[in-house]
Structures are given as structure tokens and as C-alpha cells.
């Protein structure tokens, strides 16, 4: 038996009010679409099929890395006739036919499992899910006739005062027996709106006699769907603590989960510990010992064991092991921090790697730098990298001390064990073992190697 996916994401969201197709907006920190391909794909054997129409092109691009198909939905007609764009996609090669909507991030895998589990049960060509709950977020009514048996879904928009008082909702995730969908597909009548609802589906079945199940969610949070930006807010809300359980459970100490932003790409090893107001997001990678916060953001970063990051930025670069930093220092994109690395306060980094052991305590920006091990960054050094037109190399040796305020004039090269006076202005290279001072600085003696 062949089980396909079909997710629907042709929509533009107008009651999002945005240039952006709803289904990119992120939910801690991936657009929603890629969540719900994400469940689907815990039980689809084939690819799932992704029907665009609104921003078409811009939603393919965001899921390039992604392991899906794409049916185009010209004019979005509907719930059913967006079903129907990924009939030639998937006709012949698949038994059963899962269906969700790009705009429900919170349905979860599992209860996809439980609707095709109750699916295989059933003699019902359709299987739907429910939930009851108080807020209606303009969600379909499930109605049910004197037995209790589903008899049809009817849109808030055509329902009756009676129906709108419904507290059974339509969560818009079925599963289909193939066959049977391609061809009651066709039978779906024009709605009062113009549009082909997949929703009638339901009825239809009815009317032919079967008896059509819904698997009950036990937990409504996973039905939020996303039509405005309120419900966008109430769904990240939810998808954060769902992130920030699953790391307290594998062992990571949060210490104020309501005040951390873990995206869903990121990685956080055993005993770390995160502080308040910490932002870990992209594809950020923690590794384990560490003490990260409060008041941190790094972005896209690698991050070893045991490193301590307090109030700082951190974008797109590497820290190895020991390293310890902040208050407020800025790694920029190519920072590369070695183990053992220490940044104190107002630190920025960009483009340069750092040596095992080399600390910079105050005030110092380094850019496209390659700088050795146990390197004495004095207060204020600043390596003058642009000259107006472009960025200059600065090279340091290992076990350099550079006094405060050394300006290092790029391109520019300092051999090992060398040493700079305060205020240095160093505009040529300078040699291995040697002392320079001044503006510009001059070489005052050759060192001992035991100096
Ligand atoms: C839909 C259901 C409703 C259910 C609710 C749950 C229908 C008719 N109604 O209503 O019963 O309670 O979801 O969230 O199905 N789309 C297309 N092509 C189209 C129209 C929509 O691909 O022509 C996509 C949208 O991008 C979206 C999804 O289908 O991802 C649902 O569309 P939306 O307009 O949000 O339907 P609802 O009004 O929420
Ligand atoms: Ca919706």
C-alpha cells in the first residue's frame, strides 16, 4: 500500500494583510508550510505534493532543500479544486491520499497517524479530523445527524444560527482513499462564493452511504490555524514551549521558558544551561556545559562545549571549546573563535579567526585577521582593515602582546612573541621577537627569547 501527501498552499491569506504568501510566514523561525511538511512526512511513502498558486515562485524557492512536488493551482478555486490541481501528480500511484493545509504548523505527525489508523479501520473512502473547543477561528461545523454520525462539514460563512452554536470543528487534515477521491472530486458543486470546497467531500460521502469517522485531537492547540497575524503570534507562542519541552527533556537547563526563542532548526547539547532573553535561531548549533545568556541572539552559528556567551551577538560564526564572552561583544559572519578564546566587553569580530588561548578584554574590533595563539589583545586595538576602496589582511603570530590602542594598519603582518607599545601605530610589518613603539611605530630593540 502507497500512502501520498497532498499539502495545500495555493492561498494568498489575505486576512494576513502581507506581501508575503501566508504560508512563509515563519513560526519559530521556518515557514509554516515546511512544518506541515514535516508531519506529513512521517508516513507519506512518496514526496508530498505542494499546491502553489499565489507567490508560486517565491514559495518553490523556500523549499528548495526539501524533498517535495509541486502541482500549480492557476486560480485558487477552492479547497477542492486545489486537491484536484495534484490529481495528475498522483494518480496511479498511491492507495491512500493524506490532505492538510499549509496553515495548521501545530498538527503534529502522530495524530496524522492516528486519522490513518482510524482510516484503515473504516470502510469509508474518507476519514476526517475534529476537535471541540470554544473559539471558533472561522473553522467549518461538523454536523452530526440524530445517531451521532457525521453527516456533513458546513463553512461558518453558509452555517445556520443553530450550526454557528456547533463546538465540534473542521481541523481540515483527511485522509483519502485514492479512487474514490479523483472521481468525487468532480462531483463537488460551485459554493454560493464561487469556490469548489474540499469540505463537501464529506456530505458527499454520506449521501452514498457511508459512514464517514473523524479522529477527535485530544489536544485542540494543534488545530490552530493561521488566517490573521493574531493567530500567527498564538501558534508560535505554542510552538516555542513545544521546542523548549522537547530540550528541557533532553536535558538542557531553561530558566525562564516563557523569555527563550529556540528556533526549530537549532541543536542544544546535555547541561547547558540558557538564561533569560536568549535567542537561538537558524541553524545554530550548541554543544554541551554551556551557560548561554541572558540577553544573547546568535544566528546561524556553531557553538562547542563549556563556552559562556553573556549579553552578546552572535552571527554566523564558529566558537570552539572554554571560550567565554561578553558583555556585549559582536561576532560577525567568519568569526572563528579557537577553545579557550576570551572577549570581554564591547569586542566585535568579523571575517578573522582567533587562536587557542588569545584574549581581548575591552573595546576592539578585528576584521579580516588571522591572529595565533595566546595572543595579548590590548584595550582599544583596532585593526584598520578598509582603506576607503577594500578590506586589508592583518596577520598575528602566536604569544604576540599588542599594547592599548594599537592601531594596526592593514595590509600589515606581526611575527610571533612580538610586541607593540600603547598607542602603536603600526603601518609595517613587523619582524619576529621585536619591539615597536610610536606613531608610526618603530622598532625600538630586538627581544630575548626569554623576555
Ligand atoms: C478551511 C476549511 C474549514 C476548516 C479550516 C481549518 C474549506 C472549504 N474549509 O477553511 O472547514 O475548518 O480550513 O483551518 O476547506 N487553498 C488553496 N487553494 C485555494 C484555496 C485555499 O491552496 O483555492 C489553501 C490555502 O493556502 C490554505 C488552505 O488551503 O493553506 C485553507 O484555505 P483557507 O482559505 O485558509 O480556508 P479556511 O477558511 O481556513
Ligand atoms: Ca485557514
Not at 473504516?122 to 445527524?145: H, I, K, L, N, Q
Not at 537549532?266 to 540577553?295: A, F, K, S
Not at 544566528?299 to 567565554?324: C, F, K, P, Y
Not at 590602542?405 to 621585536?434: C, E, F, H, N, Y
Request: proline share 4%.
Amino acid at each position: 500500500m502507497t500512502i501520498a501527501s497532498i499539502i495545500l498552499a495555493a492561498g494568498q491569506g489575505t486576512r494576513m494583510r502581507s506581501k508575503l504568501p501566508k504560508v512563509l510566514h515563519p513560526v519559530a523561525g521556518k515557514p509554516m508550510v515546511w512544518h506541515a511538511i514535516r508531519a506529513v512526512s512521517q508516513l507519506a511513502d512518496l514526496p508530498p505534493v505542494i499546491v502553489v498558486g499565489f507567490g508560486a515562485e517565491a514559495v518553490k524557492q523556500s523549499l528548495k532543500a526539501e524533498r517535495v512536488d509541486f502541482a500549480l493551482q492557476a486560480e485558487q478555486l477552492g479547497t477542492g479544486h486545489a486537491v484536484a490541481s495534484a490529481r495528475p501528480n498522483l494518480e496511479g500511484k498511491a492507495n491512500l491520499v493524506l490532505v492538510t493545509y499549509a496553515d495548521m504548523p501545530l498538527l503534529r505527525g502522530e495524530s496524522l497517524k492516528d486519522l490513518m489508523a482510524l482510516h484503515q479501520q473504516s470502510s469509508s473512502p474518507v476519514t476526517m479530523t475534529s476537535y471541540f473547543g470554544e473559539e471558533a477561528r472561522g473553522f467549518g461545523r461538523v454536523v452530526r445527524d440524530s445517531h451521532g454520525h457525521v453527516a456533513q462539514i458546513v463553512e461558518q460563512a453558509d452555517a445556520t444560527p443553530e450550526q454557528l452554536a456547533i463546538r465540534e470543528y473542521n481541523v481540515s487534515a483527511y485522509c483519502f482513499d485514492a479512487d474514490w477521491l479523483w472521481g468525487a472530486l468532480e462531483n463537488i458543486p460551485i459554493s454560493a462564493k464561487g469556490e469548489y470546497y474540499l469540505t463537501d467531500l464529506i456530505g458527499l460521502a454520506v449521501a452514498e452511504g457511508h459512514q464517514v469517522n473523524s479522529m477527535v485531537l485530544e489536544d485542540p492547540l494543534e488545530a490552530i490555524g493561521l488566517n490573521n497575524r493574531v493567530h500567527l503570534a498564538a501558534a508560535d507562542k505554542v510552538m516555542r514551549q513545544r521546542i523548549n519541552e522537547k530540550w528541557m527533556l533532553a536535558g538542557v537547563t531553561i530558566i525562564n521558558p516563557d523569555a527563550t526563542y529556540i528556533e526549530a532548526g537549532v541543536t542544544i547539547g546535555q547541561d547547558t544551561v540558557i538564561q533569560p532573553n536568549t535567542h537561538l535561531r537558524g541553524t545554530t548549533m550548541i554543544g554541551e556545559d554551556c551557560e548561554i545568556g541572558p540577553d544573547t541572539t546568535v544566528i546561524d552559528s556553531v557553538v562547542g562545549d563549556r563556552a559562556h556567551l553573556i549579553a552578546s551577538m552572535i552571527e554566523q560564526a564558529e566558537i570552539s571549546n572554554d571560550v567565554t564572552m561578553g558583555p556585549f561583544c559582536h561576532l560577525r559572519k567568519g568569526a572563528i573563535l579557537k577553545e579557550g578564546v576570551h572577549l570581554g566587553n564591547f569586542a566585535e569580530v568579523k571575517d578573522s579567526s582567533l587562536g587557542a588561548g588569545t584574549k581581548m578584554g575591552h573595546f576592539s574590533y578585528i576584521g579580516n585577521a588571522v591572529i595565533g595563539k595566546n595572543v595579548n589583545i590590548g584595550a582599544g586595538t583596532i585593526t584598520c582593515n578598509y582603506d576607503g576602496e577594500k578590506k586589508n589582511p592583518t596577520e598575528i603570530g602566536d604569544d604576540v602582546f599588542l599594547g592599548s590602542d594599537t592601531m594596526l594598519v592593514a595590509p600589515v603582518k606581526i611575527g610571533d612573541r612580538s610586541i607593540t607599545g600603547a598607542g602603536a601605530v603600526v603601518t609595517r610589518d613587523v619582524p619576529q621577537d621585536t619591539l615597536v613603539m610610536g606613531v608610526p611605530a618603530k622598532e625600538k630593540r630586538k627581544l630575548e627569547k626569554s623576555d
